[in-house]
């Protein structure tokens, strides 16, 4: 019989090329906070559901809690051997109070409805994050355009010489251009933080959960009610790369602008030595690298 936890029919291992194929552990190490804390929500609700009795919850829980301190010290590494981050924990929870327990963890969910929860978990992070620093580089740009009303630029069509402009125009039209990015960010936010867990493979399960209490300790606004939808589209992960990918455009759109205005044709100005560098075979020369969009 194969070990896996997933093995249970298969009388053979998996072959080392299949296995180094799948494996998911290389980058799935963002995803272990993630993974603990929705093992941990719908341990919860296992638990309140009597589903899984206060003796295993307990202990499951505090087995979960000790990789949570052991990730966040940064000594948790996962085992290719198991594939991905969901096998890698069930198997230490296991490993530190026995199947008896630790096996009832899987109680009525599957990695397909895990891996989803994982990512949305991820993702809305990374968007949250990215929203509260770009909603500072706006309020910049608007400070920065209120202290310019008097200053007087030139704007460029075709990069040519247009029509007279002034410093505050020019802020202002960048912090128009991101507060769409913003709302297209929310946008993403509001598709991404929705709960898939209770969905299961792809159809349920005939355990009676309580998926209003696992969206309540996660955080997300409300359940995705249709189990076949929930496990399969990745739609949100779509619609979260397009934005980032239109908000990365604009900032390119920035940067252009300041490398050319820096140049030694236009001169309209010099970006500081602390963020430039120098060329290894031409000395006066002065890169305005950091402008760059990658």
Not at 54 to 81: C, H, M, Q, V
Request: aromatic residues 8%; proline residues 2%; negative net charge.
């Amino acid at each position: 019989m194969a070990e896996k936890l997933w093995g249970g029919r298969f009388s053979k291992e998996i072959d080392r090329s299949v296995l180094k194929y799948t494996l998911t552990t290389d980058i799935d190490s963002r995803l272990i906070r993630y993974d603990i804390w929705g093992s941990m929500a719908h341990l919860a609700m296992l638990n309140n559901g009597e589903i899984v009795s206060k003796e295993a919850a307990g202990k499951i829980f505090s087995a979960l809690l000790k990789l949570y301190e052991s990730n966040e010290r940064g000594t948790l590494t996962l085992d290719p051997e198991l594939e991905d981050v969901h096998l890698n924990i069930e198997s230490l929870v296991i490993r530190e109070i026995g199947s008896e327990y630790g096996g009832r963890l899987h109680t009525a969910r599957s990695r397909n409805d895990q891996v989803v929860t994982d990512t949305r978990m991820y993702l809305r992070a990374e968007l949250l994050d990215i929203q509260k620093n770009l909603y500072s580089f706006v309020n910049t740009l608007l400070k920065l355009s209120d202290e310019c009303t008097h200053k007087i630029a030139i704007g460029y069509t075709h990069l040519q010489p247009a029509q007279p402009i002034s410093l505050a125009f020019w802020y202002s039209c960048y912090a128009s251009m991101f507060l769409r990015d913003l709302a297209r960010l929310e946008s993403a936010f509001n598709v991404t933080n929705l709960n898939v867990l209770g969905a299961c493979a792809l159809a349920g399960t005939s355990f009676p959960i309580d998926r209003e209490i696992t969206s309540k300790l996660l955080g997300f606004d409300r359940e995705l009610m249709h189990s076949l939808d929930a496990t399969s589209s990745r739609d949100f992960v779509l619609q979260t790369a397009s934005t980032f990918a239109i908000l990365m455009s604009n900032f390119s759109r920035l940067a252009e602008e300041i490398v050319i205005w820096n140049s030694h044709e236009f001169g309209l100005l010099a970006i500081d030595d602390t963020f430039a560098t120098g060329s290894s075979i031409m000395p006066q020369k002065k890169e305005p690298c950091s402008c760059r969009t990658r």
